[in-house]
């Protein structure tokens, strides 16, 4: 168990649909991290933020967007949601800002599937 | 261009054996590269991290070398269990990635191992 916990643990859900996904960063860590993982893919970064603030985008279309609260929880919305859209979500978190030799921990992910 | 290249992209072994997976990254500036195991479904798990200065690191019966000069990596896996059967990942951090989550991963090398 790595600490970071995210729900839902599956999702199913409609073309033009909205979903939010949840993650819970490891006691004490800053950043959160978002990745997607589709099918037969390598992970790719969508965004990072640190104590609230956003850090960096990746590749995140603009029909996705991410926050993280004063708790420090964070979450990704997506929106307009299209078949290609389906995919394994991932957070991971960290303990500060720069990565350096900081191991990096992922959740389980959030598994999409969008019909 | 795929900054990180990893092979063999799949690879079966028998239980008991050894076996190595390479990654060669053209990433640079280079900070550190990480390999990452990945059960199929689950989230990645750090194996061992490295920065340009180390030249081995070890974490039980996994083993990692790093040349920084020919930019090539390699995780050897010594006595294989079933329990190693995976995705294996190497995850370079570059120029964007010193104070940003934004990791550049490789495609990952399947592994499964036979009794």
């Known amino acids: 168990d790595s600490g970071v916990t995210q729900t839902p643990k599956h999702l199913i859900t409609a073309t033009g649909q909205r979903v939010t996904l949840r993650c819970s960063p490891r006691s004490g860590d800053l950043s959160v991290y978002w990745y997607q993982q589709s099918l037969d893919q390598g992970l790719q970064f969508l965004i990072h933020y640190y104590n609230g603030e956003e850090r960096a985008k990746g590749n995140i279309l603009e029909r996705f967007s991410a926050q993280q609260f004063p708790d420090l929880h964070s979450e990704l919305n997506l929106s307009s949601l299209e078949l290609g859209d389906s995919a394994l979500y991932f957070c991971?978190?960290?303990?500060?800002?720069?990565?350096?030799?900081?191991?990096?921990?992922f959740g389980e992910g959030s598994w999409l599937t969008v019909v | 261009k795929n900054q990180v290249e990893q092979s063999p992209q799949s690879l079966i072994i028998l239980e008991g054996k050894n076996c190595t997976l390479q990654?060669?990254?053209?990433?640079?500036?280079?900070?550190?590269l990480r390999w990452y195991k990945q059960d199929t479904g689950r989230g990645p798990v750090s194996l061992t991290i490295m920065t340009f200065s180390e030249n081995t690191k070890s974490n039980g019966r996994y083993t990692a070398t790093l040349d920084a000069d020919t930019k090539q990596s390699s995780l050897h896996i010594t006595a294989s269990q079933l329990s190693d059967s995976a995705s294996y990942i190497c995850?370079?951090?570059?120029?964007?990635?010193?104070?940003?989550?934004?990791?550049?991963f490789g495609q990952g090398t399947t592994l499964q191992v036979k009794p």
């Open positions: 990654c060669n990254y053209t990433v640079s500036p280079f900070s550190n």
């Open positions: 995850v370079v951090s570059g120029p964007d990635s010193s104070n940003t989550g934004k990791l550049i």
């Open positions: 991971a978190s960290s303990v500060d800002s720069l990565l350096r030799g900081n191991t990096i921990y």
